[in-house]
């Protein structure tokens, strides 16, 4: 009955698409517009680069608006706005000529904007999580400026001139030029920003392009979005789509239905689907690099029992949620930082040199249950545990529902399921108990994942604390060890290794995406860093 539902409201929605699309579609056909049409499968959070942490809002994001870099295809920073780096001082001082850019106003993209963007991103007063990043990145007096005890104008980031911006770190970055890809460091015109206020990035007129493509029709939290070619874009010669149209579908059954019908020209698939559809012309399997993991919140009260977590990190099958549950092309998580995209100083995957942790072993899983229930004075416990309304993070969800229900007697797992943007600012205020969350790396280094758990940052949502811990990712990310790849990759596996056996957090998959593209679909780039898809530079062939 459940199926039958579900084609039926995909069929209803897919005939308001037809409805919604009908003009749209008739005018490119007149005007013989190169358009791609393009599937989310969730909604964007925002399209203010400095403050979106999701790859919806990345993607769209990295459309709009060009940095100082962009990552190629072989994961390697190249330039975009930067012209010409020098890098002096021993890798301390960056210096950066701009190339001519404008923004869709007509206006230069100046030094001075990088700056107010820098500047702004830092600010603790507009509250962005991704403020972070620029201590990460090294940059001069960042600590103090994210922490509110310098003013934003101490940050190590000035205009020389009105194309030359200089960067002071505090040490050297080696993976620096690779986060400069990310739209945190992207520039914004103060001007603007003043002009718009909080209302940034709400509607077309409120977004200001430097990129590719400039925004034609959005509303918040809205299932359309459409952006149409920059002629001023300083590498337009490279892009020869008219249009972008996005809509958000996050049935996959839907999704599958519209790109059948050449609504769209990709799909993403549930696993079902991927099974279903593997070796059917236009099907991809994406590796992305990211972890799915549940994030028990300590601040929670049972929660805070270590072998509570251990029962509950051990009780549910890995290997089967990646591959008989998602189906999709992911992978059992071995650790905190997936397979894929972190080489070391010896030219091997992070993972090559890492233990698997957190093993499941449902009768370890009971034993922990009995320790817990001794400890804390109870015979039972109830948890909620947060996801976002999307299928897979349904089908992912109700697998670990029933799993560790069936395995841990006297654990009661509910599921609430809500749209990712409330999913991440609940999980940011501490508003749940267990949360199913993702992450991909913003660069190609294990403190990409590894910093999320430390004790300041942002995106530690279940308040997991361990001193040794914080003292080992500090020393990876700002002490001697920058000097010493080796004995810091060694570092970086015991602070893993601190995390796991403390059951932090518990990783659940190594997440890849299947999806049907259309077979003249050509010039896509997929990345497992950063900005994970990039259209910038796609077409559509005959």
Request: hydrophobic fraction near 40%; charge should be negative; include cysteine.
């Amino acid at each position: 009955m459940k199926k039958k539902e579900a084609v039926l409201l995909a069929a209803i929605f897919l005939a308001a698409m037809l409805a919604g699309c009908g003009s749209r579609q008739g005018g490119e056909k007149d005007s013989e517009k190169m358009a791609l049409n393009l599937q989310l499968d969730a909604e964007i959070s925002t399209l203010d680069p400095q403050a979106a942490v999701d790859s919806a809002s990345f993607e769209v994001i990295g459309l709009l608006m060009d940095g100082l870099y962009q990552m190629n295809g072989q994961e390697m920073p190249e330039p975009a706005l930067a012209e010409e780096t020098e890098v002096l001082e021993d890798g301390l001082l960056y210096r950066f000529t701009l190339r001519e850019a404008f923004w869709s106003d007509g206006s230069p993209v100046t030094a001075a904007d990088f700056v107010y963007g820098w500047q702004r991103g830092a600010d603790p007063a507009q509250g962005n999580e991704n403020a972070g990043l620029f201590r990460t990145a090294g940059i001069a007096n960042a600590d103090a400026v994210t922490a509110g005890d310098a003013d934003v104008s101490e940050l190590g980031v000035r205009a020389l001139d009105e194309r030359t911006l200089e960067v002071r770190l505090e040490r050297p970055v080696p993976y620096f030029l690779s986060m400069l890809s990310l739209p945190a460091f992207f520039p914004m015109k103060e001007s603007f920003c003043d002009t718009v206020g909080d209302g940034y990035g709400t509607s077309p007129d409120t977004v200001l392009s430097n990129g590719a493509f400039c925004l034609e029709e959005y509303e918040p939290a809205g299932q359309e979005i459409l952006l149409t070619k920059n002629p001023d874009y300083w590498d337009s010669s490279s892009v020869k789509a008219d249009e972008v149209s996005y809509q958000v579908i996050k049935d996959s059954q839907t999704a599958y239905m519209a790109y059948q019908s050449g609504l769209t020209d990709m799909a993403i698939l549930s696993g079902q689907q991927a099974q279903m559809y593997e070796g059917e012309e236009g099907f991809r399997s994406v590796p992305l690099g990211s972890l799915w993991y549940l994030v028990p919140n300590l601040k929670e009260g049972d929660l805070a029992n270590k072998n509570l977590r251990m029962a509950l990190a051990l009780s549910f099958d890995r290997e089967t949620a990646a591959e008989d549950v998602l189906e999709d092309g992911s992978k059992a998580a071995q650790g905190a930082v997936p397979e894929g995209a972190m080489i070391g100083p010896d030219g091997k995957d992070f993972r090559d040199g890492a233990e698997t942790y957190l093993t499941p072993d449902k009768g370890l899983a009971a034993e922990y249950l009995e320790k817990a229930k001794e400890e804390l004075g109870k015979d039972s416990f109830s948890f909620v545990i947060l996801i976002e309304d999307t299928d897979t993070a349904g089908d992912l969800g109700q697998y670990l529902q029933e799993e560790i229900s069936r395995t841990l007697p006297g654990v009661t797992i509910e599921l609430e399921a809500v749209p990712k943007k409330m999913r991440l600012e609940r999980m940011a205020q501490g508003d749940f108990e267990i949360g199913l969350s993702r992450w991909g790396a913003d660069y190609p280094d294990p403190l990409a994942f590894l910093d999320l758990w430390s004790s300041g940052s942002a995106f530690n949502y279940g308040s997991w604390e361990n001193q040794e811990y914080d003292a080992m990712i500090r020393e990876a990310r700002e002490g001697s060890l920058l000097s010493d790849a080796a004995a810091r990759w060694e570092v970086l596996h015991q602070a893993e290794s601190v995390l796991m056996e403390d059951a932090g957090i518990f990783p659940v998959c190594e997440k890849a995406v299947s999806m049907l593209l259309n077979p003249n679909l050509e010039g896509e780039e997929f990345h497992t860093v950063g900005i994970t898809r990039v259209w910038k530079r796609a077409w559509k062939g005959m």
